[in-house]
Structures are given as C-alpha cells and as structure tokens.
C-alpha cells in the first residue's frame, strides 16, 4: 500500500466517523461521545498526512505515533458505542473492523521507520 493509499483510506474512515457521529442520539451521553468520536476519529487522516511531509525520521515516527494514538482511541469509542447500545453493532462492527486494520498498518509502519536508518528520498545529514 502506498502512503497515498493509506492517506486516502484514512480520510474515507474519517467520513464513515462522521457519518456514525450525526447518527448517535441526541441525548447527553450520545453528544458527549459524538465530541469524543468526531475529534478523534477525523484526526489520524490529517496527522498521517502530517507525518508524510515530516522533517525528520524523529518527527516522522512521532506525528505517526499521533495518528495511531488518535485511531486507538476511536476504536474505543466505537466499542463503547456497542456496548452502550447507542447504535446497532451490525451498523458499527464494519467501521471498527476497519479502525482495527489501520491501527495495525500504523503501528506497523512505526516498527519499520524506527529500524530504517532514514527516511525514504530523504538524504542522510552531512557529517
């Protein structure tokens, strides 16, 4: 997959969130969890974008740890909409399914740009 695919993948998982988010009852629990959803399931998209443009192989595997963080805890939420029945799981499982797979591809990613010396089309600083 490339980073462009996974950008994109992202932004499409952003949008299913959002959707989920405008669907949660409009009661006080249901908006307190759309606030929690809505900010944490439209970031990892952005961060991981972020992170494609980073500056160095630090900051590139820190904005990445951003994203995975923000996507674990989306997939929190999601599973706290389940077990709170705010929502029919048959509705939310997809989604999480999903949230799950692009955890692992992020945290995979961090392992591989932390055991790489540098950055791809990167140039190795001047000693």
């Given amino acids: 997959m490339t980073s462009n695919e996974l950008s994109l993948r992202l932004w499409h998982f952003a949008v ?3 959707k989920v988010v405008d669907a949660l009852p ?5 908006r ?3 606030g929690q959803l809505v900010r944490c399931g439209t970031s990892a998209a952005p961060n991981y ?13 820190h904005k990445l740890a951003v994203a995975l963080k923000e996507q674990r805890e989306t997939c929190g939420w999601l ?3 389940i077990l ?3 929502l029919p799981e048959k509705r ?3 989604l999480l399914d999903e949230g799950r797979q692009l955890s692992s591809i992020l945290g995979r990613s961090i392992v591989t740009a932390k055991s790489r010396r540098r950055l791809p089309g990167k140039a ?3 000693i």
């Fill in 84 to 86: 709170a029945g705010l």
């Fill in 92 to 94: 939310i499982a997809p």
């Fill in 32 to 34: 307190h969890v759309a």
């Fill in 49 to 61: 974008d972020e992170a494609c443009a980073a500056e160095s192989k630090a900051d590139f595997v």
């Fill in 16 to 18: 299913r969130v959002g």
């Fill in 79 to 81: 599973r706290f909409i």
């Fill in 26 to 30: 409009d009661t006080r629990l249901g």
């Fill in 124 to 126: 190795s600083p001047a």
